[in-house]
Nanobody, 119 residues
C-alpha cells in the first residue's frame, strides 16, 4: 500500500486560505486517481476533490467548487489542496487518499490534518 502523510492544516479565520500537502511513498505504479476527503465531527466522510492521472478534469464537490484547487507534482510524489475563501463549515479533519493501480478505488489513506475555520 501507499504511505501518505498530510501536512499544512491549522486554524484560520473565515475568508482566509490554507494549502494542504500530501507526500506519497512506497509505490511503483501510476495511480488512476488521488483525492482529498474530509470528515467533520458527527458527519460522514466526504470526498470533495479528485485528480486523475489521465489528465481528465478534476472533480470537485459543490461545497468546495470555485474555492478549492487540487493539484499534484509527480516529480515530488506530492498531492496538494489550495483552499481559499474558507468558511466555518469547512472545519474538519482532511485526508488524502490514493487509489489501487487499476481503478479509481481508494485503498490508502493518510493520518489526516485538522483544518479549523473560525468566524
Amino acid at each position: 500500500q501507499v504511505q501518505l502523510v498530510e501536512s499544512g492544516g491549522g486554524s484560520v479565520q473565515a475568508g482566509g486560505s490554507l494549502r494542504l500537502s500530501c507526500e506519497a511513498s512506497g509505490y511503483t505504479y501510476s495511480m488512476p486517481c488521488m483525492g482529498w476527503f474530509r470528515q467533520a465531527p458527527g458527519k460522514e466522510r466526504e470526498e470533495f476533490a479528485t485528480i486523475y492521472s489521465n489528465g481528465g478534469s478534476p472533480y470537485y464537490a459543490a461545497s468546495v467548487k470555485g474555492r478549492f484547487t487540487i493539484s499534484q507534482d509527480n516529480a515530488k510524489n506530492a498531492l496538494y489542496l489550495q483552499m481559499n475563501s474558507l468558511k466555518p463549515e469547512d472545519t474538519a479533519m482532511y485526508y488524502c487518499a490514493a487509489s489501487t493501480p487499476y481503478t479509481c478505488t481508494y485503498n490508502s489513506w493518510g493520518q489526516g490534518t485538522q483544518v479549523t475555520v473560525t468566524s
